[in-house]
């Protein structure tokens, strides 16, 4: 029997009964040999594809050179991946701050709105999720998250922070007055359900961001890295904000989040103003520099539209999806029932989906190398587990 969590471990996660011993493309094979297709994608992170064979390489190449060195000396694989990131995001965000995880890069993020406007208050969307770490908790548009944060002694980060209803752009212009240092904002929403705020409302907030001096923050740790079509969901939209945060899908798996910043905001940044030790270290590097090739050289962001448009087509003639939302490979597929019991069937047919905070939906996050067979396997393992 599996157990889930060791009796040594702090239990904070629920678990799936399923100890994944190895991977490839878009399968996991458990250590009982049952394989599953993975539409969670380990969370989003495994936009290349599991154990992609340039990432792989790459990592064991420069684990025997090199496992470790700080931020004190240059490093080859690290000048590469600032090289790829300034080529592949859009201008003018052609700075970047390398840390270790989504929450770090959104705490970075919102450290320097603040730093650089002389402001304090961030307005936040309802149902955005930004991580974990205090002044992230703050500004989760989600309450449990937000307790959370007042329950930790955040309180005075929670005064600072605006909640922007969901669905009233009309509000949104007046919310962005002159106290505002930023807009922190999920171009899609992934926790709330893979949903998309809209190229009009980022537009809006752009140019209010603009109008009130305020900073424009994306945070791109789940939509970005080629998932909706293009390197980053700013590019799909057609919005350049002044920060963009990624993470999850950067480095295939290695721990690593990337803050962008156009110089608006970089010109404020001298040496000393940031800082970690793990950050931009040489094996992360190493990885996320393999991935991104991966996702310019295989065309992943194009491929993650051609998967959507046959999803889309696939899932069309089945009633009990009422809806579909998001864009590319970030997908909420609202059902007319409670989604848990489908996950768990759908488990029980060697598929994995993710959830969402809405319990009527199902969420896709898979590998952005995922077949057009998958695809079609995964269409046919719903409509049983739907039947
Ligand atoms: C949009 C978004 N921002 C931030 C985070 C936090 O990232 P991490 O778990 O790497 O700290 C997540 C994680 O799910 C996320 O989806």
């Known amino acids: 029997m599996l157990t889930t969590t060791h009796p040594a471990e702090v239990p904070v996660y629920g678990r799936l009964q399923l100890q994944p011993e190895r991977g490839a493309g878009s399968t996991v094979v458990g250590a009982d040999g049952r394989r599953f297709l993975d539409l969670y994608g380990g969370h989003a992170v495994a936009v290349s594809g599991h154990c992609h064979p340039r990432v792989v390489a790459a990592i064991r190449e420069q684990a025997e050179r090199l496992l470790f060195y700080s931020n004190a000396v240059p490093l080859e694989s690290r000048d590469r991946l600032f090289g790829l990131l300034a080529e592949m995001a859009p201008a003018p965000l ?75 752009p009309e509000v949104l212009p007046a919310l962005v007055d002159e106290t505002i240092a930023a807009v922190i904002v999920e171009p899609i929403q992934g926790l709330a359900g893979a949903r998309e705020v809209g190229a009009d409302i980022l537009r809006t907030l752009r140019r209010a961001c603009d109008d009130a001096g305020a900073v424009l923050v994306f945070d791109e740790v789940q939509c970005g890295c080629g998932r909706t079509g293009a390197f980053t969901a700013a590019q799909s939209y057609g919005v350049t904000p002044d920060i963009l945060t990624l993470a999850k899908g950067i480095a295939a798996g290695l721990p690593m989040g990337a803050v962008l910043l156009s110089p608006r905001i970089a010109k404020h940044v001298s040496q ?17 520099a393999a991935n991104l090739e991966v996702i310019r050289d295989q065309n992943l962001a194009d491929r993650a539209l051609h998967l ?12 009990a999806v009422t809806e579909i939302t998001g864009r590319g490979l970030l997908l909420g597929l609202r059902l007319d029932r409670p989604a848990r019991p489908v996950q768990l069937r759908l488990f029980e047919r060697d598929i994995l989906v993710g959830s969402a905070t809405d319990p009527s939906v199902i969420r896709l996050l898979p590998p952005l190398v995922l077949t057009e067979d998958e695809v079609d396997t995964f269409v046919r393992r719903l409509h049983e587990a739907l039947s």
């Open 94 to 168: 052609d700075q970047a701050f390398l840390v270790n995880s989504g929450a770090e890069t959104n705490d970075v993020a919102l450290q320097l709105t603040r730093r650089v406007t002389g402001r304090r208050r961030v307005i936040t969307f309802e149902g955005g999720f930004h991580g974990r770490t205090l002044a992230t908790l703050a500004v989760s548009g989600i309450q449990r998250y937000r307790d959370l944060a007042e329950a930790s002694g955040g309180q005075s980060i929670l005064d600072l922070t605006v909640i922007a209803p969901w669905g009233r």
């Open 272 to 288: 000393g103003d940031l800082g970690t030790t793990f950050g931009g270290g040489p094996i992360p590097c190493a990885a996320a």
């Open 308 to 319: 959507e448009r046959r999803l889309r087509q696939g899932l069309a003639d089945l009633p």
